[in-house]
């Protein structure tokens, strides 16, 4: 990978999380490996379900810096893997609900 600044993964959860358990496929590592050690690497996180749909990111947590949390019950859950995490909330029309 080419060094860059800042790198956002918008959506990590869309790698095939059932073949990298089933089939040991490991290759998918290398795009989180950094070429410049002062690249940040921040990870997005849309629900607050990390521990079950996101279970990779125990091993990439080692390279992400940041984890955004898109609404309140994804903000806190970084901690679980020690890395430091912010919310961004999505904006949303809230005027239908009571």
């Known amino acids: 990978m080419d060094s ?9 959860g869309n ?3 059932q073949d990298l358990r089933n089939c040991g496929n490991t ?8 070429d410049n ?8 996180v849309h629900d607050g ?4 749909r996101y279970p ?3 091993a990439i947590r080692e390279h992400i810096d940041q984890i955004v949390g898109v609404h309140p019950a ?7 893997y020690g890395i430091p995490t912010s ?4 904006p949303q029309d809230l005027s239908r609900v009571d």
């Open 4 to 12: 860059k600044d800042l790198i956002i993964w918008q959506d990590i």
């Open 15 to 17: 790698f095939n999380q």
């Open 27 to 34: 290759n998918w590592l290398k795009l989180f490996k950094r």
């Open 37 to 44: 050690p002062n690249t940040k690497q921040i990870a997005c």
């Open 49 to 52: 379900n990390i521990f079950q």
């Open 56 to 58: 990779f990111l125990h």
């Open 74 to 80: 994804s903000y806190n859950l970084g901690s679980g």
């Open 87 to 90: 919310l961004i909330v999505n």
